[in-house]
């Protein structure tokens, strides 16, 4: 038991905080968030937090309402005296607005920063932000993990042969380097050419792909239209088979009649984000041991590098 330890959810995020509290040791703690007849937000904490350490899990996916209720929970905890406050954000909404790619636009990743920060939270423990720079947005400690430690387990399991990492697009690169050094194996890159958001014009596969079995790596599978066209693209090209891992699944509009009419072996994605809809092809893994493991390591001063990938390659080059 951790007795200066309290653990919250806002609404958008019960299913996931639930298994991050059985693993951690510590029931969900008891807040009233409420809705009013004119659609705002009252949060209030049912119990004492007084001089605890507190932690709010609440992913940002839309609605805004989850980020709105993050927000107030984090003002609330300060104005009760709690000791520190920490954000746990598996998903971190606004992060693909990460720059001014175009004149009279907002960096929205950075104006939820600064909601964030102004609230009072003293730290954030989030995964697979779009943009790693991201973390260098907020002037408070930022924990971000990695879901590679999920991932890499998995396909060790599958056992394939051949194996080839391929990156959805060229800003994925340096990401799927890392786990094709880790497996000792290729990396192709689809290049991609957008017209706008949600819409591609052009793709090409850049390396070779022939008789390989592909796994493609992304942080987020929006409308799916960017991992069913590379799929389809890496077997015109050759390919064995083709699988995705995305972290994230935000699936809007009809991304879940694409993935399960792409050739797609499977799409395998986390629970930061709830599946609205069961399809055969979509596999879930839960990130709630390596969240539960970073919360305890947070509140004991210890280091979370354990978690990372490149912690692991490190231990694997230093073997050699």
Do not use: W
Request: charged share 25%.
């Amino acid at each position: 038991m951790h007795p200066n330890v309290k653990l919250f959810s806002g609404t958008g995020s019960q299913y996931l905080a639930k298994q991050i509290a059985l693993r951690f040791g510590e029931p969900l703690g008891k807040i009233n968030i409420q809705k009013f007849s004119d659609g705002e937000i009252g949060v209030e904490y049912v119990e004492s937090i007084r001089g605890q350490f507190v932690f709010l899990i609440q992913s940002t996916f839309s609605p805004t309402d989850n980020l709105m209720e993050l927000l107030l929970m984090i003002d609330a905890a300060k104005r009760a005296s709690a000791d520190k406050v920490i954000a746990v954000i598996p998903y971190y909404g606004y992060a693909r607005q990460d720059r001014k790619d175009k004149p009279r636009v907002a960096i929205g990743s950075k104006l939820v920063a600064n909601m964030i920060v102004a609230a009072g939270a003293d730290r954030i423990i989030t995964m697979d932000l779009h943009a790693p720079q991201i973390q260098g947005y907020f002037d408070i400690p930022v924990d971000h993990l990695d879901s590679s430690a999920i991932y890499i387990p998995y396909i060790e399991d599958l056992d394939l042969e051949n194996l080839t990492f391929a990156a959805p697009d060229v800003g994925s690169a340096n990401r799927i380097r890392e786990i094709a050094s880790y497996f000792e194996v290729d990396m192709v890159i689809c290049d991609k050419h957008r017209r706008r958001a949600n819409e591609i014009a052009s793709m090409v596969v850049i390396g070779d792909v022939t008789n390989r079995n592909i796994v493609l790596i992304d942080d987020i599978c929006d409308t799916g239209g960017t991992l069913c066209k590379s799929a389809g693209l890496l077997l015109e090209k050759g390919a064995r088979s083709v699988r995705a891992f995305c972290t994230h699944p935000v699936l809007s509009n009809n991304a879940y009649e694409n993935i399960q009419n792409s050739v797609l072996e499977e799409l395998v994605v986390c629970d930061t984000i709830p599946i609205q809809k069961k399809v055969d092809k979509i596999k879930v893994v839960s990130v709630a041991d390596l969240f539960a493991v970073a919360i305890r390591n947070a509140y004991e001063n210890k280091s979370i590098n354990s978690l990372f990938i490149r912690s692991k390659m490190h231990k694997k080059n230093l073997a050699n």
